[in-house]
T-cell receptor, first 115, second 111 residues
């Protein structure tokens, strides 16, 4: 069964460093998303991406964040200058369609630890 | 602030019983509703989605949606110990279906 994959599974970085989290969405899916979950808290939407551009972003997704689809398979989240409060699980998700038929399937996540 | 509310639990049910999980949402513009299961330390796993008023059944799971009451529920029949997890309710809005999640309800199925 097709699934979303993410690398790395765990990333440790120093405050102020740049990190890139990578995702390979399900191959026939057209919509891509990033969410994060701080330990013990709810899953929070960061950004959605369709047709090579951002569809929607949350207040969390400030200028320190960017997304890119560098090729036909990868979808990346970059954090330019990490802060302690960026420590969280980051989940990539993808869906075949949008709107009422946009079932989103999540990847296994990348645990980001900022020291 | 658009919210999705869930009772955090834990909800404890004996094996073989029906577990009933509830969720309310504040944004009347929400169009689609999802139930995810999340085991500790793992990612959300999609169980069901619903976007029309009424019931939708899939195996042991039934999702119910009442848009007038802004209420979504998930029934799990014949609960198994492997169903013990946190169940996340999410509401989708917009074309790209940004999901707003609740805090989740922890379900414990006891032997």
């Amino acid at each position: 069964e097709p699934e979303v994959t993410q690398t790395p599974s765990h990333q440790v970085t120093q405050m102020g460093q740049e990190v890139i989290l990578r995702c390979v969405p399900i191959s026939n899916h057209l919509y891509f998303y990033w969410y994060r979950q701080i330990l013990g808290q709810k899953v929070e939407f960061l950004v959605s991406f369709y047709n090579n551009e951002i569809s929607e972003k949350s207040e969390i997704f400030d200028d320190q964040f960017s997304v890119e689809r560098p090729d036909g398979s990868n979808f990346t989240l970059k954090i330019r200058s990490t802060k302690l409060e960026d420590s969280a699980m980051y989940f990539c998700a993808s869906s075949e369609g949008g709107g009422v038929r946009g079932e989103q399937f999540f990847g296994p996540g990348t645990r980001l630890t900022v020291l | 602030q658009k919210e999705v509310e869930q009772n955090s639990g834990p909800l404890s049910v004996p094996e073989g019983a029906i577990a009933s999980l509830n969720c309310t949402y504040s944004d009347r513009g929400s169009q689609s509703f999802f139930w995810y299961r999340q085991y500790s330390g793992k990612s959300p796993e999609l169980i069901m989605f619903i976007y029309s008023n009424g019931d939708k059944e899939d195996g042991r799971f039934t999702a119910q949606l009442n848009k007038a009451s802004q209420y979504v529920s998930l029934l799990i029949r014949d609960s198994q110990p492997s169903d013990s997890a946190t169940y996340l309710c999410a509401a989708g809005t917009g074309t790209a279906s940004k999901l707003t999640f609740g805090t989740g309800t922890r379900l414990q199925v006891t032997l």
